[in-house]
């Protein structure tokens, strides 16, 4: 008989780490300390209106997760492509609504033009972002957090503003906890 696994935590991961072990016939137990499983992942009922909490989306380009959606019974066709055309991000920037700036690739302009005009940021954030395109890159030991490496590079305007609301749609985290090398090469 195989030996027991015990699983803290009944996030995502655990979740997933359960349902692979059975797939193996090996038996686990999920260590939970909420009352409910999902992790950051819920849908809360207000007013009527459904709000979905934890991460928005997931990196298409990295197949298992909707590989894994296919696999789970209730989940199989149910995952929505996203509508780009129509995607407007807004965050909020002294208590007004500011759209994020169209062409942002994670936390990284992919388009100059509407950073420029954005005003989510002010005028020595874009310097700052734009004079970091003729630094090179450091090399690193040790892995850091991506709230750091964002930091260091560009301040905590742009750490704030632009980094921590496009991460956490995707990865439901904080930028400070969320490890440079797990976000940017998905280890």
């Not at 934890?54 to 197949?63: M, N, V, Y």
């Not at 989510?120 to 090179?136: C, H």
Request: with cysteine; glycine share 10%.
């Amino acid at each position: 008989m195989a030996e027991r696994v015990l699983i803290i935590g009944g996030g995502v991961s655990g979740l997933a780490t359960a349902y692979f072990l059975s797939r193996y016939a090996i038996p686990a137990t999920i260590l939970e300390k909420c009352n409910r499983t999902g992790g950051l992942i819920k849908t809360d009922f207000i007013d009527g209106c459904r709000l979905e909490a934890g991460p928005d989306s997931f990196i298409a380009t990295k197949p298992a997760v909707s590989e894994l959606a296919e696999e789970l019974p209730g989940l199989k066709g149910q995952i929505i492509g996203s509508n780009d055309a129509a995607r407007r991000i807004f965050v909020v920037r002294n208590g007004k609504l500011v759209p994020m700036p169209t062409g942002m690739v994670m936390m990284v302009p992919g388009e100059w033009e509407p950073l420029a005009q954005s005003e989510l940021v002010s005028a020595d954030a874009k310097r700052r972002i734009a004079e970091e395109t003729n630094i090179k890159p450091r090399e690193r030991q040790e892995d850091i957090s991506v709230g750091q490496l964002v930091e260091e590079h560009f301040g905590e305007e742009v750490l704030a503003y632009l980094t921590e609301p496009l991460l956490c749609g995707v990865y439901g985290g904080e930028a400070e906890r969320r490890k440079r090398a797990a976000a940017f090469y998905g280890i």
